[in-house]
Each structure stands twice: as structure tokens, then as C-alpha cells.
């Protein structure tokens, strides 16, 4: 999943230079992020650290959306490790994309037939 958002749009499959930089700029961001807001340095974030980096990385959040989140991203500990932070931010920017880019009145509002939704969240 993480790499299908930033492979060529040739239908290769394969990370070209420039996704390749896309990819590493964005790591570089999250690890910032991650850094910043893993308060107590343990290398894990808690579900109240996880919230505020959420919001700091500029996603605005429901309080139940932010609960299933934290029950898909945290360990049995509920803590959340840096592989599972990246994870959840590449899966918000490409929902919020591709939201954004079908949300094409900008009234908040979409409409999916069944296969477009599969289609989506097949490959989102």
C-alpha cells in the first residue's frame, strides 16, 4: 500500500528517481513529526501523542474516526510504533487526495456507485 502512492503512473510498478525523492521527503516529514511528538522519547507514541501529531500534521479528525484509527494503528499496548505512524499518515493523505479530487463542487460530499467505492478502497 505504501508504495502504490508513490510508483510510476506507467503501470510499471517500480519507484522512479523522482517518486523515490517523493517517498524519502515524506519519510524524512513523518519521522519529524514522529520525533516532536513522541513526548516522552520512548520510540512509541501514546494514543494522546498520536492525536496531537494527527492535528500537527494538519488532519482534523472526527473523536470516533481518531478511535478506530487507534484501535488499527496500536499495538496490544496501545502504543504506536513509527512503521504504523507512516502507515496511517500515507492512508489519511491518500484518502483526504483522493477525497479532495472527487469532491469536485467542494461541498463536503461525494457519490460512489459500488464499484468505484470497492475500487477505492481496494487500492487506496
Do not use: P
Amino acid at each position: 500500500m505504501f508504495l502504490n502512492v508513490f510508483t510510476k503512473t506507467d503501470g510499471s510498478g517500480k519507484l522512479g528517481l523522482t517518486e523515490f525523492h517523493v517517498l524519502w521527503e515524506k519519510i524524512k516529514r513523518y519521522l519529524t513529526i514522529f520525533r516532536q511528538f513522541d513526548l516522552d522519547k520512548s520510540g512509541t507514541m501514546s494514543s494522546y501523542e498520536m492525536r496531537i501529531a494527527l492535528e500537527s500534521a494538519g488532519f482534523k479528525l472526527t473523536n470516533h474516526l481518531f478511535q478506530l484509527i487507534i484501535l488499527r494503528y496500536t499495538e496490544e499496548d496501545m502504543s504506536v510504533d513509527f512503521d504504523n505512524f507512516v502507515t496511517c499518515l500515507v492512508r489519511l493523505e491518500t484518502m483526504f487526495k483522493t477525497f479532495k479530487t472527487l469532491d469536485t463542487d467542494g461541498d463536503g460530499q461525494i457519490s460512489l456507485n459500488f464499484f468505484q467505492w470497492l475500487t477505492l478502497t481496494m487500492f487506496a
